[in-house]
């Protein structure tokens, strides 16, 4: 056996054994990937771009020379977006649609597909998120649609509309921006987790029948970002939280690594801690439960002046200790 083929057979067995997470951080280290390299001339195409997580990524991926498509509803928030590129060197298109409607979604992708030939990455950023606890969902089923609605339904058919053009060029990468609340299983996020949950579950069938067409998908487990989704929610002002430019790190470092997942230490704690003893995580989730109240926003009013959601210091304490999770 040649030298050359048996490094390349120690790598595939590394890559076997070695959790994706430290084989990004080795190759980062390297210095012999750049996202410049991975998507210099490439359409990448982001939705949820004209803020927090999407518009940081298309930032990014601007710079870096990608052909930026930028998706999301409001037009006027997209051309800003596709101006600042532009001011930057970089190139950027937009095409507005609303993901939650299946017509929207298939006219945006032909769009798409007819302007620009292909798209080589799509970031499934889009999303809805819902923090409201059972006991006042007893009525609002409308919750739990609205969310597979975009999160999943609308994330799926977009793959679907995509996944031709990328088998028949035999090329292709799908980044899913999910939640660290995956992994944690976080009460009052039940509607929203299982979107997230529905999308992964898609993407982990979806892997193994898109491996011989050399195309791939990397699921990133977020951890509480601040961007205006989470605004509602006042007392996350006292949370840590990461910001939109190091979460859409994030994902560009999965466009240039393209790994199964990116997720956090807590996350992966987490995801093994329900695998060995289920129970002990719901006695630790319950305890957050109790410490984080249903806000305003989520009863259908808005807060007054005098009842400003402020944490209390266990509940700040509890919140540091697992950073990360939006309680």
């Known amino acids: 056996m040649s030298v050359t083929r048996r490094i390349r057979r120690t790598a595939r067995i590394a890559s076997q054994q070695v959790p994706d997470e430290l084989l990004r951080i080795a190759r980062s280290a390297s210095g012999r990937a750049s996202l410049e390299g991975a ?61 939650a409607e299946p017509d929207d979604v298939e006219r945006m992708a032909a769009e798409v597909l007819a302007a620009h030939g292909h798209v080589d990455v799509l970031v499934n950023n889009a999303g809805r998120s819902i923090r409201r606890s059972l006991a006042l969902s007893h009525d609002r089923f409308h919750d739990f649609e609205r969310t597979i609605q975009l999160n999943y339904l609308g994330a799926v058919r977009l793959i679907l509309a995509l996944l031709p ?33 529905a999308l992964d579950a898609f993407s982990r069938c979806a892997a193994a029948e898109l491996l011989d067409d050399r195309i791939t998908i990397t699921t990133i487990h977020m951890p509480l970002v601040r961007t205006p989704m989470i605004e509602p929610t006042t007392m996350y002002r ?32 987490g995801e093994l801690a329900y695998t060995v003893h289920p129970k002990s995580v719901d006695a630790v989730m319950g305890t957050g439960f109790r410490l984080f109240p249903d806000s305003a926003a989520a009863k259908g009013r808005q807060p007054r002046p005098a009842e400003a959601e ?10 540091r200790l697992l950073r990360g999770i939006h309680w």
């Open 310 to 319: 402020r944490p209390t210091r266990a509940a700040l304490a509890f919140a």
């Open 39 to 99: 998507v210099d001339g490439r359409v990448v195409l982001v939705t949820g771009a004209s803020s927090g997580i999407g518009r940081a990524a298309a930032l990014q991926l601007g710079r870096a020379g990608a052909v930026v498509v930028l998706v999301a509803r409001r037009r006027e928030a997209l051309e800003e977006v596709r101006d600042e590129i532009e001011a930057s060197g970089g190139s950027a298109h937009v095409h507005p649609a609303d993901l």
């Open 238 to 269: 006292s949370f840590p939280s990461i910001s939109p430019e190091r979460a859409a790190g994030m994902v560009c470092d999965a466009i240039v690594h393209r790994p199964k997942r990116i997720a956090t230490p807590l996350g992966h704690l």
């Open 165 to 197: 053009s990328m088998r028949e060029r035999r090329r292709g990468h799908v980044v899913n921006v999910s939640t660290m609340g995956v992994q944690t299983n976080t009460p009052r996020f039940s509607a929203y987790i299982a979107s997230k949950a």
